[in-house]
């Protein structure tokens, strides 16, 4: 199957600074690549649809100044936690979209101090 | 909006017993698919099982199994022979089918599975 590579794996930073996560579809053009959130013991919160070239689209509820998401080329998407607070802490989990299925990145645990 | 319910958030099963998990999803469209994803403790989403709802026949995988009612809108997912491995979240999803690869997946809230030895 595909595979989806996030980096990094985990991530400690200082509140105020800004953090970048990348996403990268090893051997496949992605498209449309998608950012979850997830709380502990929670299910996934889809956060945005990055889409190759354009915009990308927000859910509700999600601050697109905070969360700066490029989608520069077919292989990668990137997701910007900008001016980073303890509240943002959480795992991140980006997801690329193949013919039927959905195939997932490791994740990135986000600790905010 | 196409909604996906997970009722147990909880389950346990005994090594080599055979278990199934729930799931019902609420949806207007005829034609989509549904999955069944796994997340061991590294949080690696991992795909178990599709099933595409225009297939009368029940996906198979090993010892993974669907019991897929479409009337009913219930997607289960049978483990045999449980495995300490097996121990888990459980995801139920749901996908419209699209050209252009942008629709998102419908997540229920997930299941913890517990294997006892």
């Known amino acids: 199957g595909a595979v989806v590579s996030q980096h990094p794996s985990w991530v400690i930073c200082k509140s105020g600074t800004s953090v970048k996560i990348e996403c990268r579809s090893l051997?496949?053009?992605?498209?449309?690549m998608f950012w979850y959130r997830q709380f502990p013991k929670q299910s996934l919160m889809l956060m945005a649809t990055?889409?190759?070239?354009?915009?990308?689209?927000?859910e509700q509820g999600v601050e697109k100044d905070k969360f700066l998401i490029n989608h520069a080329s077919l292989t990668l998407s990137t997701l910007t936690v900008t001016s980073a607070h303890p509240e943002d802490s959480s795992f991140y989990i980006c997801?690329?979209?193949?013919?039927?299925?959905?195939?997932f990145g490791q994740g990135t645990r986000l600790t905010v101090v | 909006a196409q909604t996906v319910t997970q009722s147990q958030p909880e389950m346990s099963v005994q090594e080599a017993e055979t278990v199934t998990l729930s799931c019902t999803y609420d949806?207007?469209?005829?034609?989509?698919?549904l999955f069944w994803y796994k997340q061991p403790p590294s949080r690696q989403m991992i795909l178990v099982i599709r099933?595409?709802?225009?297939?009368?026949q029940n996906a198979t995988e090993n010892r993974f199994s669907v019991n897929f009612q479409k009337a009913a809108k219930s997607f289960s997912l049978k483990i045999s022979d449980s495995q300490l491995g097996d121990a888990a979240m459980y995801f139920c999803?749901?996908?419209?089918?699209?050209?252009?690869?942008?629709?998102?997946?419908?997540f229920g809230k997930g299941m913890k599975l517990t294997v006892n030895p």
């Open positions: 949806t207007s469209e005829s034609d989509y698919y």
């Open positions: 997801s690329c979209r193949g013919f039927t299925e959905a195939f």
């Open positions: 051997d496949f053009q992605a498209t449309t």
């Open positions: 099933q595409e709802a225009y297939k009368q």
């Open positions: 990055s889409n190759e070239g354009s915009k990308a689209t927000y």
């Open positions: 999803a749901y996908r419209r089918p699209t050209q252009g690869g942008s629709e998102k997946l419908v």
